[in-house]
């Protein structure tokens, strides 16, 4: 059982976390715990996957139940809504902001049913009865802090990344050294014809709150998911963790906020023979695909023996791999922010070092 409670301001922030999760599927999943109220999406090749947690202190009031009765036998809440179904009611999120005085959420198990009630100004009330299915939340298996690579940004930076690339780019090229931080269309995608437009944006290490390179790498992923971190990045006005390694290995963008936190993995692209050669590499398949992320039932904690599945692209001259050192993503949820455990290393930034940010067209 569910029952939570916020004010219009806060309801465009979950809004926001809303809009931004339908970037990575058209499912959502509700999953309250005595930890807050976790919102979870994963796309249907297992090679994306969203989480935010809103803490409890973030509602005015909010209650939860660990099972339910469902026709006279208890079980856990296990809510899986559609996404065109709940979008719609967060899609004007500045006019919720000025109109809606209070935003009530609970769940009707008996009906199957998530009500979302709005009391507006002047005395109007609306009400919302979507239909859930039962389905157990899925989470995605990845230990971030083992990453080698963090880097932390205001998003307003990439944003300015993003403004780059043309609405049909679908993957963008991280590339890092010590020195600079480059933002570039996807080589492959630059040599299609139908993209007359290649671009790409350097960012020197004074733009970043903190800056932590221990290998020189090009990683490859898709942009939609990073829109939508953006998305929420907005609300929040809250920095953008990037926990990555080499390619083939997820990327992890985060936000750690004082009453929420943020979690979306990406697969990345990787060349076989770069890669094939290491203890720490698993190929997947001989053939030329996206790897997809481990993914586990939350409920039950195992694999998901079906998440392997491959996506098609226009050009796929790489294989990908999966070779993580795996933990549940509650573990990550809770430990804190590990970036501030990191900024009290022995890392040191280049003394004398300057900023640079230039940015790059070619027709």
């Known amino acids: 059982m569910l029952k ?15 809009q931004a999760l339908s970037r990575v599927s058209d499912e959502l999943w509700l999953d309250p ?4 109220l976790a919102l979870r999406s994963v796309n249907s090749c297992r090679s994306a996957y969203g989480c935010v947690l809103f803490s409890p202190v973030f509602f005015q009031h909010y209650h939860w139940s660990t099972s339910v009765e469902v026709n006279g036998t208890k079980s856990n809440l296990n809510c899986k809504l559609g996404m065109k179904s709940i979008l719609p009611i ?7 902001e000025r109109n809606v005085e209070m935003c009530k959420i609970f769940t009707r198990s008996d009906k199957s049913k998530v009500v979302i009630q709005l009391f507006c100004r002047h005395g109007i009330k609306k009400t919302h009865n979507v239909c859930f299915q039962e389905s157990q939340p899925l989470q995605v298996l990845f ?3 083992t990453c080698s690579n963090i880097l932390m940004i205001q998003p307003r930076v990439l944003a300015e990344a993003i403004v780059l690339f043309t609405s049909s780019q679908e993957e963008v090229t991280l ?3 010590p020195l600079e931080v480059c933002i570039k269309s996807s080589t492959e995608e630059s040599m299609d014809l139908n993209s007359s437009v290649y671009s790409e944006m350097f960012v020197g290490p004074h733009e970043f709150e903190f800056f932590q390179i221990g290998v020189d790498t090009e990683i490859t992923f898709c942009c939609k998911e990073l829109k939508g971190m953006l998305i929420f990045s907005e609300a929040t006005h809250a920095p953008i963790t990037m926990h ?4 083939g290995k997820p990327l992890a963008l985060s936000i750690d906020h004082m009453l929420l936190e943020a979690n979306f993995i990406l697969a990345t692209l990787a060349d076989e023979p770069s890669r094939a050669s290491s203890p720490q590499s698993l190929c997947l398949s001989q053939k030329r695909k996206r790897s997809d992320l481990a993914v586990s039932n939350s409920k039950v904690g195992k694999k998901d023996n079906k998440a392997m599945e491959s996506i098609s692209r226009k050009v796929a ?3 990908l791999y999966a070779d993580e050192i795996l933990s549940n993503i509650s573990t990550l949820e809770n430990s804190g922010s590990p ?9 040191e930034e280049e003394p004398g070092s300057s900023s640079l940010r230039k940015v790059k067209e070619k027709h």
């Open 4 to 18: 939570c409670g916020m004010s219009g301001s806060q309801v465009k922030v979950f809004g926001k976390a809303i």
């Open 175 to 177: 590339a890092v050294t």
């Open 90 to 96: 967060f899609r004007c999120l500045n006019s919720l």
């Open 339 to 347: 970036i501030m455990k990191r900024v009290n290393s022995d890392t």
């Open 143 to 145: 230990e971030k802090n």
């Open 317 to 319: 001259p790489r294989n």
């Open 244 to 247: 990555f390694d080499f390619p």
């Open 33 to 36: 715990s005595e930890k807050g």
